[in-house]
Each structure stands twice: as structure tokens, then as C-alpha cells.
């Protein structure tokens, strides 16, 4: 940090160091192994020219984690997009979502949310990533690191006042919830992401429980044709918004009717171009217009 006092730091909780061993140091090269065969013909390649792009440290408070950092080279004070993974990590089809939306004029970041239980590029198996790793990673740890990454962001070219945050899948969730949790956030979107479910001891809240708490609007961006997103529950998640203050009924959602879940992945064979770019459009507006 650079000492500065503002009203964005303020607003985040202090960062208080603990230091632990933690079990992924550094990221993962090219996809990872559980989201299957990997779709060449599709699968977007975003260069580094012009940017600044790669592998950061972030201070977290248990020690440190790792994170893709892309942003415009030579410029200062730009908005701040922190940038949730899949379920499958920090692997370089979110490396690339950085690489886009620095190419846009942002800093965006993805930290490695997973550091401290393990490293998701290794499974083979959706299910038992799920059950052996993802299911151990607490909500709270990852709204704090999420606060860390901001920090750093701010301390390190990005605004400390523009703060936006995007994510897909399970990052889709936590889009939700970092909006209600975060004071300083300013807009979210989020990408199919799990808004119903049966509360955890270290997932206790979902997306439909804090709807109404939300400090930052959200565009949810869905898939008609989800089958683990029903339509039935964004109608109750645009229920709980409706009882929300400002942010909250500014959220809104845009339902890709003949979409799968997971439909901008563009490495997977569910990706669905038109959709994808449609809600990649529409994301940069929602930012443009909030940040």
C-alpha cells in the first residue's frame, strides 16, 4: 500500500497476517484437466500487446496467494474488474477474460481463491473436485481474499473508487454474494451462477439470501436451457431483489433461452457464440455505464 488514506480503503476490512503453509503457490499453465477436451476451434487467444499481463502475489491475511494481473500498459487509475474463477480455478481461459478486459481499458485480476485447500488443475473428475476441494473452500475466506485483491489492486494502478467484479459458474455466485458484502463495490455481472441451494457450515448463505442486501447492482446472465440453474429460481432471486433497496432492484437478468450453462466458455463444447458475445456486450455496457 502507498499510505494514501481514501474512503475505499476505508471500507475494506484491515488486512491482518497469520502466516500459514498454503497448498497452491503459483498458477496453473493452459486449462484445466476436469473441464474436459479442449475446444481449439473456438477457444478465444487474447495477446499481450499493449498490456501488462501475468502471474502477481497478493497479500491475503494467512500469507499470500497467487493471481493473473492484465492491465493497459503506461496508465494509471484505471477502473478495477476483479474477475471470479469456474470451478475449475485460475486456468487460462480465465487468464484470457483478464486479457479482454484489460484489451477494454481495465486492471483485471483473478486470484487463485483455492490456494489454501489444494490445486484444481490436477483433478481429472468434476465430482471429485467438487467434493474434495471446492466444498472446503469457506465464503468467508473468499470474500476476504476477494477484499485483499482490491487493496492490492489499488495500491498497484488500479482506481481505488471503480471497483467492479465479474464471474462465472461458481465465480457467478460469488458475484452475488461479494455485492452484498463489499460497501466499495460499484457493479457486477454475473455468469450463470447459483443462486438457490442448501446452506453449508462453510457455504451458509446463497445468492437468494442476501439478494435484498446487495450495495452494487448485478446483471445476472443465464441460460434458459441451465439444468442446474431452473428458470423457477431466478424468478425467486428477481423476487428477493424486488424487496432490496436501490442496488438491488437495479439488478437485473438477461435469460439466453436456448443457452446451456456455461455458454461463454469458449474452450468447452458448451460455448454458444452469438450468446456469448451478446453477453460479453452487454457486461462491457453494464460496466461502462457503472464504473
Known amino acids: 500500500m ?33 473441464a474436459g477436451p479442449v475446444m481449439a ?3 478465444i487467444r487474447t495477446d499481450t500487446a499493449g498490456l501488462v499481463a501475468g502471474e502477481v502475489k497478493i497479500p491475503v491475511r494467512d500469507g499470500g496467494i497467487p493471481a493473473y494481473r492484465a492491465a493497459p500498459a503506461g496508465k494509471k487509475n484505471v477502473p478495477v474488474i476483479l474477475v471470479v474463477q469456474e470451478i475449475f480455478g485460475v486456468h487460462e481461459y480465465i487468464k484470457d477474460v483478464c486479457r479482454r478486459w484489460a484489451k477494454a481499458g481495465y486492471m483485471a485480476v483473478a486470484p487463485e481463491l483455492y490456494a489454501r485447500q489444494g490445486d484444481p488443475s490436477k483433478y481429472t473428475e468434476i465430482a471429485k473436485l467438487q467434493a474434495e476441494l471446492v466444498s472446503k473452500v469457506p465464503d468467508e475466506q473468499v470474500l476476504a481474499d476477494l477484499d485483499a485483491t482490491a487493496r492490492w489492486a489499488g495500491a498497484h494502478g488500479g482506481s481505488r473508487t471503480r471497483l467492479g467484479i465479474t464471474g ?3 465465480g457467478g ?9 463489499n460497501p466499495a463495490v460499484k457493479a457486477g455481472v454475473a455468469w450463470y451462477g447459483r443462486l438457490v441451494g442448501q446452506p453449508t457450515p462453510l457455504q451458509p448463505r446463497n445468492p437468494v439470501d442476501v439478494a ?3 450495495k452494487a447492482p448485478v446483471l445476472g446472465l443465464y441460460g434458459g436451457e441451465d439444468a442446474g440453474i431452473p428458470v423457477p429460481t431466478i424468478n425467486a432471486m428477481k423476487e428477493a431483489l424486488s424487496k432490496g433497496g436501490p442496488a438491488a432492484r437495479e439488478s437485473t437478468f438477461v435469460l439466453f433461452r ?16 452469438a450468446e456469448a ?7 462491457q455496457d453494464w460496466f461502462a455505464r457503472h464504473l
Do not use: M
Not at 277 to 283: I, N, R, T, V, Y
Open 212 to 214: 435484498a442486501q446487495l
Open 277 to 283: 458475445k451478446e453477453g460479453w456486450s452487454l457486461a
Open 258 to 273: 436456448n443457452a446451456p450453462h456455461a455458454f461463454h466458455a469458449d474452450y468447452r463444447p458448451s460455448y454458444r457464440e
Open 168 to 170: 462465472f459458474c461458481w
Open 41 to 43: 476451434q473456438t477457444a
Open 2 to 34: 502507498d499510505g494514501l488514506s481514501t474512503e475505499f480503503d476505508s471500507l475494506l476490512p484491515p488486512l491482518s497476517l497469520n502466516r500459514r503453509g498454503f497448498l497452491t503457490t503459483s498458477l496453473a499453465g493452459g486449462f484445466a484437466l476436469a
Open 173 to 181: 455466485r460469488i458475484v452475488w454474494l461479494y455485492a452484498a458484502h
